[in-house]
């Protein structure tokens, strides 16, 4: 499955952005989706995930309650709406699929577990 990562750029402290993530090839319903982040001189951390369905989510405990990650299958694509930015969310954010074993499967947040990753956009928050 290929990806696409789009909608970052330069946001004021307390702004909001969307993210996009477009997918071909399989079928996106067969995949978990999660969202990755990563800033100058620092690790690629995880951020949210949702299950194959949209019935589940896991978010970084960092951006809970201000960040809300969903998915249009209908599309093939991933969301991650963006809300209450902050300086720290500064950082390039890629999505990933998982195909997981079953659709109850866990959703995974560790970056090794993802099988496909798309090439990032930029998220800028000044303050």
């Known amino acids: 499955v290929q990806l696409q990562a789009s909608g970052g750029g330069l946001v004021q402290v307390g702004g909001s952005l969307r993210l996009s993530c ?16 990563q800033a100058p001189g620092k690790e690629r951390e995880f951020v949210a995930a ?3 369905l949209g019935g589940r989510s896991r978010y970084a405990d960092s951006v809970k309650g201000r960040f809300t990650i969903s998915r249009d299958n209908a599309k093939n694509t991933l969301y991650l709406q963006m809300n ?6 500064t950082a390039v954010y890629s999505c990933a699929a998982y195909r997981p ?5 866990i959703i995974p947040i560790t970056p090794l577990d993802y099988n496909y990753w ?3 956009t930029l998220v800028t928050v000044s303050s």
């Not at 477009?22 to 982040?37: A, D, I, L, V």
């Not at 209450?84 to 969310?89: I, Q, T």
Request: charged share 15%.
């Open 22 to 37: 477009t997918t071909s090839g399989r079928p996106f319903s067969s995949y978990h989706m999660g969202w990755f982040r």
């Open 50 to 52: 949702i299950s194959l």
């Open 84 to 89: 209450s930015l902050k300086p720290e969310d």
């Open 101 to 105: 074993p079953s659709p109850v499967a």
């Open 118 to 120: 798309g090439q990032g």
